[in-house]
């Protein structure tokens, strides 16, 4: 049996009522308004929450309430404002208003079956309507750590079949065929094919030459935080090319846009704004629920010319910062890990710790996720407009970024947008002087101006390293992305301080 509170308009109550009652269910509260649903989920903490996806009841207070009470939510969609309303807000389970009592009991207890696989009930007594083995009665609901673990186990056992050893000698059927590539090239990314540590059998051959790509969840991947101070340095650009540059090396990327000032990944790679992105994984990790199942739910998938790169999308709306909170976003950074082999981060253009002066309470903080980032990540990519103005502002919050990483971070600094017709003749020689000189910067990578290419990938929706892979800003995008994964082999190309 469950307990049940219901937030949901009349007729979608008169309708589903009855057959709450049926089922053996309780219903602890009926409610309407998201002021009273807060009141209610706080004090009454029921195991189901079925609520109407109107703004005027579904909004982000009443969301993080059913998180913090650990309910699990069920969003009632009657029109399309409310559907939009839902996947703002990144609710997973959403179901049509119209929908029977049986259908939502279904998905509440998650044991839909296929067909032709199981009976209606199942052979575990787990079915709708079944009595629970434990005792009499209807079915109950599962906590959230019971449903997580029959997910997990679930899929687990639909691989077996296809996880078993395979054939000695037999290619693998569903395997790529190896990328055309010049000869005598070294694969820059061939060492990320072996976990760390992992020495190769005796008598196998080495193969350099042939890279394997790390598995997703193998193990606990690399995370590289992009950053770049105010007055727009190309951080997001550098940050999405980065991301399909690894992808086209054959390295499971995730890439997360984590700008508390609003995000700009999700139209620059045409994923829709209602996409449940960054903030639905926040709130899951504050709630302590984000697993893989739940990690690979909320995540966009852009298909770029070399593979799939998989997206976070970040606030639309600049007012929901408060949702990326510091300790939800090392949490998602945690299981980004353990998804993927490179995480990349769109981080905020500040660094500033204001909040901390004007209030002892803890509060949100606006700079948190950023922060976060930073602290947390191995390797942090600093951007400066290739300009005077660009170069001032850079070496003025430079200082702030040596504070905000973690001990033994790198940091690749990263000239963007350089052209000789702002700075002069030489003008890589003079921007490595300036940053020398004034902020003790003895390297930096100069990413040439690329109007045309930069124009095309708006236009097309795509990263400027896809629609020109062999500019020179290409090139050194892979040489960058080596330098921040660390596997440079001897012989790869290495970061150019010239941009002929």
Not at 208 to 228: F, I, K, N, Y
Not at 427 to 446: D, H, N, P, T, Y
Request: glycine share 10%.
């Amino acid at each position: 049996m469950a307990r049940i509170l219901l937030a949901v308009d009349f007729d979608v109550e008169e309708r589903l009522l009855e057959g709450v009652i049926v089922s053996g269910h309780e219903i602890v509260d009926r409610v309407a308004g998201a002021d009273a649903l807060v009141q209610a989920v706080a004090g009454l903490r029921p195991d189901l929450v079925i609520v109407q996806a109107g703004p005027e009841t579904l909004n982000a207070r009443s969301l993080a309430a059913c998180d913090a009470a650990g309910s699990r939510a069920i969003a009632l969609t009657a029109d399309d404002l409310e559907r939009r309303n839902a996947l703002s807000l990144g609710v997973v389970d959403r179901m049509d208003a119209r929908s029977e009592w049986v259908d939502i009991e279904a998905v509440a207890l998650r044991t839909r079956r296929e067909p032709e696989a199981s009976p209606p009930g199942g052979e575990s007594g787990e079915g709708l309507g079944v009595p629970d083995p434990a005792g009499p009665g209807p079915a109950r609901l599962r906590s959230r750590r019971e449903r997580r673990a029959e997910e997990r186990c679930g899929r687990v056992r639909r691989a077996a079949p296809e996880d078993a050893a395979p054939v000695p000698g037999a290619p693998a059927l569903d395997a790529p065929g190896p990328a055309r590539r010049r000869p005598g090239r070294p694969r820059p990314f061939a060492a990320l094919g072996r976990r760390s540590g992992e020495v190769p059998a005796a008598g196998a051959a080495e193969a350099p030459q042939d890279p394997v790509p790390q598995e997703e969840g193998s193990g606990r991947g690399r995370v590289l935080a992009v950053w770049g101070p105010h007055g727009a340095p190309g951080r997001t650009t550098v940050a999405l090319a980065l991301a399909t540059v690894l992808v086209g090396e054959g390295i499971g990327t995730t890439l997360l846009d984590a700008d508390p000032y609003g995000g700009a990944i999700a139209p620059l790679l045409g994923i829709a704004d209602e996409a449940p992105g960054l903030a639905a994984a926040c709130r899951l990790a504050g709630a302590e629920a984000l697993d893989a199942i739940e990690f690979d739910r909320v995540a966009s998938r852009a298909k770029t010319p070399t593979g799939e790169l998989r997206v976070l999308s970040g606030i639309a709306n600049p007012a929901r910062w408060p949702e990326l909170g510091g300790a939800r976003m090392r949490g998602v950074l945690e299981r980004a890990r353990h998804e993927a082999a490179a995480t990349v981060v769109d981080t905020g253009f500040s660094l500033e710790r204001d909040e901390e002066l004007l209030s002892d309470m803890a509060g949100p903080r606006r700079n948190a996720a950023t922060h976060a980032a930073l602290a947390d990540c191995d390797a942090a990519i600093a951007v400066a407009d290739a300009t005077p103005l660009g170069i001032q502002r850079f070496l003025r919050a430079y200082p702030q970024l040596l504070d905000a990483v973690g001990p033994g971070t790198r940091i690749l600094v990263v000239a963007n947008r350089v052209r000789g017709a702002v700075t002069g003749v030489d003008s890589g020689a003079q921007i490595r002087q300036a940053l020398r000189r004034f902020g003790g910067i003895e390297r930096v990578a100069l990413l040439p101006h690329e109007p045309k290419a930069a124009d095309r990938a708006l236009g097309e929706a795509a990263s400027l390293t896809d629609v020109a892979p062999r500019s020179r800003f290409a090139r050194q995008l892979r040489a960058l992305a080596v330098e921040a994964m660390d596997a440079r082999p001897r012989g790869a190309a290495q970061l150019s301080d010239t941009v002929s």
